[in-house]
């Protein structure tokens, strides 16, 4: 469904280095790595948010999509939920709904008071609320998960998906994924929290800029736990700093 070839990003300094990956249909691929890694640079590369300074290849669906705009990305059902979601001004939850539907790729749901359920939030007291600063970052999260279910894409990014929501509530992101899986769609899922590697079926781990290794979660999981490869590099800067 999408291929990353040799996909490098920055001007002087590469933030993302010589990346390749090869994401099948219907996988709930997860990327891990530490802060700083690149993880959100590459999500905002998939989508189109960044294009310049990029060398490689994006290829969704066999097309190269490198030259495609944001809206064109959408249209051929790529979406992303963005580590720090957007704030809509004098729009409210249910108009915002509507948007999504509006350019809908599957009609997966046509109930907003269902979809909104699914996502852990009471429909009554939100679907007139404003998508805005009065929204608390995880109340805003769970709605953007809703108007990528109203979306019905065949490939979404979900970039720290857990983050503002509560802990306890790991088991409804876990669901959601499992919707879009049901649905068919193709996950990309940005983390670093080891715990969401649970309802991947396959993984790659990102630090500084490189695909170090790629298995399944549970190789990954072992491996990021053990890993040793930034604190050594660390050591290292520090003894050539000190030199
Ligand atoms: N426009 C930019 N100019 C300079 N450095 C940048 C720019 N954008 C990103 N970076 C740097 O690139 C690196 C990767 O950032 P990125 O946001 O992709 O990391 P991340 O893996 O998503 O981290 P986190 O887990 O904290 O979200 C960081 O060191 C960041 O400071
Ligand atoms: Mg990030």
Redesign the pocket.
Known sequence: MLKIKNLSY?KD?K??KNINLEIPKNEIFAII????????????IIMGL?KDNVDGEIIFENKLINNLEIFERARLGMTMAP?SVAEFEGITVSEYLDLSKKYAINNWFSDKEEVLKLVGLNPKKYLNRFVDNTLSGGERKRIELASILFFGPKFVIL??IDSGIDFTSIEDIGKILHILKDKDATILM?T?NEKLLDFATKAAL?CN?EIIKTGSPKEIKDFFEKCKVCELEDKIKEVNNRE
Do not use: F, V
């Open positions: 920055g300094k933030i993302l790595g530490p802060n700083g890694a690149g993880k959100s640079t590459l999500s905002s960044i580590q970039d720290e940005i670093h990102l800029g």
